[in-house]
């Protein structure tokens, strides 16, 4: 089997970015390298994720419940891995780098629950995902650690320079505060490795210094 390596964080944290600069440098030293990201905003798999997510089930995120929601971008995972890349999952000595994977819902979708009933989601969460629906499970997680306050202000700049409008976790700081919590919490009780981005002084770490650090977690 292929190995599946999922990158996650906050909304600007660079998910994209590092994914792609890990799949360059991997195909450098000669390895076969996959590149996944979800949602998949063109396919016909993400249609309830783009309906969520554009506010047609309610402005804010918790209109929505987490269970709910987090079925809509599972079955979106489903519809890709089925449709697209099941195959090159079953081959041997290649890396398939996911932009975001199940561990997205359990930093949006989690924080949407009281923190009494986090572990009882994130069991469901696995057991849905990686059994119920036989989607692979990642074998290793690298966590883009962002402070929120940070997120925000990377989004808000994305939005003006890319005249493109928030969704509506980007538009929730409340939402990105308590995910933000979330997400330290699954990446400790799941075993994720954490990278962190902030530069110590409300702005973002170079690209570059970035991906050292997860090339080094990921021994490459």
């Known amino acids: 089997m292929a190995e599946l390596i999922a990158i996650d964080g906050l909304d600007g944290s660079g998910k994209e970015t590092q994914s792609r600069l890990l799949a360059s440098y991997l195909e450098s030293k000669g390895k076969k390298v996959r590149l996944i990201s979800f949602p998949t905003y063109d396919e016909k798999g993400s249609l309830f994720v783009k309906m969520y997510l554009d506010g047609q089930f309610g402005s804010h995120p918790e209109d929505t419940g987490a269970y709910a929601a987090s079925v809509f971008f599972a079955l979106d995972r489903y519809y890709s891995f089925r449709t697209d890349w099941m195959k090159d999952y079953a081959e041997k000595d290649l890396y398939i780098l996911a932009n975001r994977y199940t561990t997205a819902n359990a930093v949006h979708q989690l924080s949407k629950l009281p923190e009494e009933k986090w572990d009882a989601f994130l069991s469901w969460l696995w057991d849905f ?14 966590y883009l650690e962002l402070p929120p306050e940070t997120s925000m202000a990377l989004i808000d700049r994305r939005e003006k320079e890319q005249s493109r409008k928030k969704d509506i976790h980007e538009a929730d700081p409340t939402h990105l505060i308590k995910s933000y919590r979330a997400a330290r919490y699954s990446s400790e009780k799941l075993g994720w490795t954490t990278v962190r981005c902030e ?12 991906a050292e650090d997860i090339k080094k977690a990921l021994g490459v």
Not at 129 to 142: G, H, Q, T, W, Y
Not at 199 to 210: A, L, N, P, Q
Request: avoid cysteine.
């Open 129 to 142: 995902e990686f059994n119920k629906l036989a989607l692979p499970s990642p074998d290793r997680v690298i």
């Open 199 to 210: 530069d110590g002084k409300g702005g973002i770490r170079t690209r570059e210094s970035i």
